[in-house]
C-alpha cells in the first residue's frame, strides 16, 4: 500500500454523509476541493439522493467516484423517501431503521476496495450518525474520521441554564427511535468509538468562544475543515446560472430598492405549526419592510399550489405590494446575492448562516431545532444580528416579536448600522477563500500525518468491531 504519510502521493478517501442535503452539500463541497488537490474521492449515499445533487465541478469530476448504495424498503415508508426532506417528521425512525439497511452493502462496498491495493482507501470520513460506517472501516483496518456539528452544538455541555424550550431542542438527540432501536445520542457516540479523529466543518475564527472547548470535551483530536463555503457566484445552483436569473423572485427583486428587501428562508426539515406561520406572515407585513418568502409547507397541513392555504386570510392582498411569497424551489444564492437584499430571517442551519453572511446580510434569527439555537446565540453574540423574542416556556414567537426583530435589523438607523457592522466581521471570516482553503490543505497535511502514526502503531484496529 502507498503510503497515507507521503506529500507526493495522493490520498483516498471515502466520504460517507448523512442523508439531508444539508450535509451532502457542504461534503460534496469538501470531496470537490480534495479532489481538485489531486486526490481521490468516493462520495457514498443513495441513488435518487446522488442523482438530485448538483453536476460536479469539471475540475473535480474526474477524481470523485460517486457510488450508489440503494436503500431499503421499509414499510410504511413512502416509495424514494432517501433524504430527510423527503420525511415526514412523524416517519423519521423509518427513514433511520433504512438508512441502517445500508451497513451490509457498504460492508461489501468497503471489502471491495480494500481487496486491492491500488484503490484501498488511506482514509473513511463518516458523519455523526454512522456507527456502522466505522465499524466497517476498523473492519478493514482503515482509519475513520467523524465528522462533527458545530462547536457550539458541542460546548453547551458545559452550558449549565438555559430556557425550557432551548433544553428541549436538544431531547430529540436522546429519545427512543422506536423501529430504528437506537437514539441518535447512541449512533454519535458508537461512531465517535470507532472513530481515530474528529473533523468538524468549523474554524476558530467563526467560533472562538467554543470552538477551543471541542477537543477537550470530546478527548480526541479534532481538526477545523474551515466553513466550506459556496462559490458566491453561485456555483452550485441547482438551475444554472439563466435559470437562477430568470427565476419569478429574482426578477422581483430587480425592481426593488437596493437593500430593501428581507429575505425569509426557514428550511424545510423542520416545518413550523400553520399558527406560527400566520404570526410570522402577520409579523412581516406589521413591520412594513418589504421581504421575499420563500415559504414552506407548515407542519399538519394541506398545501395549494399558490400557498394560500398556509397563510391568514387576505394576507396575500394585502401583502401584493410590500413582499413576494413563493412556495417552489428558490435560487438561494442568487436571492442572497441580489442588492436589494438588506437582510436575512433565518432558523439559522448552518449552511444559511454561511451562506447569507457570505454576502455581509444582518441576520434576524428564528431558530427551531437542533444546532439552530447554539448558531444563533452564537451569531447574536457577535452582533451580526437579533433573536426573535420567544416564550421562554415553549419557544413560540407573535406578530410584535416577529415586526421589532425584523424593524431593527432593516429599518432603525442605529440598531441596523450596529448589525450591519457585526454581519461585515463575519463575511470576512467566511468569505476569506484563501484561508478557507488552506484549511482543506491543513486537513490534508492531518490525514497524512494522522494516517502515517496509525499504520505505524496500529491503532486503527484497537476498537471494537462488533
Known sequence: MDSAGSSSSPLRVVIVPWLAFGHMLPYLELAERLASRGHRVSYVSTPRNLARLPPLRPAAAPRVDLVALPLPRVDGLPDGAESTNDVPVDQRELHLKAFDGLAAPFAEFMAAACADEGTRPHWVIADSFHHWVAVAAVQQKVPCAMLLPTAAVIAIARAETRPRYKQEDMAPMYGDQGASGMSLAQRWLLTKERSALGVIRSCVEWEPESFPLVQPLLGMPVVPLGLLPPSPDGGRRAGGTNESSEHASVRWLDAQSPGSVVYVALGSEVPLPLEQVHELA???????????????????????????????????????????????????????????????????????????????????????????????????????????????????????????????????????????????????????????????????????????????????TTAATS
Open 282 to 460: 402577520l409579523g412581516l407585513e406589521l413591520a412594513g419592510t418589504r421581504f421575499l418568502w420563500a415559504l414552506r409547507k407548515p407542519s399538519g397541513a394541506a398545501v395549494l399550489d399558490d400557498g394560500a392555504d398556509m397563510l391568514p386570510p387576505g394576507f396575500q392582498e394585502r401583502a401584493r405590494g410590500q413582499g413576494l411569497v413563493t412556495t417552489g424551489w428558490v435560487p438561494q444564492m442568487s436571492i442572497l446575492a441580489h442588492p436589494a437584499v438588506g437582510g436575512f430571517l433565518t432558523h439559522c442551519g448552518q449552511n444559511s448562516l454561511i451562506e447569507g453572511l457570505l454576502f455581509g446580510h444582518p441576520l434576524v434569527m428564528l431558530p427551531i431545532f437542533g444546532d439552530q439555537g447554539p448558531n444563533a446565540r452564537q451569531m447574536e453574540a457577535k452582533m451580526a444580528g437579533l433573536q426573535v423574542a420567544r416564550d421562554e416556556s415553549n419557544g413560540s414567537f407573535d406578530r410584535h416579536g416577529i415586526a421589532s426583530a425584523v424593524r431593527d435589523v432593516m429599518v432603525d438607523g442605529e440598531a441596523r448600522r450596529r448589525f450591519v457592522a457585526g454581519a461585515a466581521k463575519m463575511q470576512e471570516v467566511v468569505a476569506n477563500s484563501e484561508r478557507q482553503e488552506r484549511y482543506i490543505d491543513e486537513f490534508v497535511l492531518h490525514l497524512r500525518s494522522h494516517g502515517a502514526a496509525i499504520a505505524t502503531d496500529g491503532k486503527a
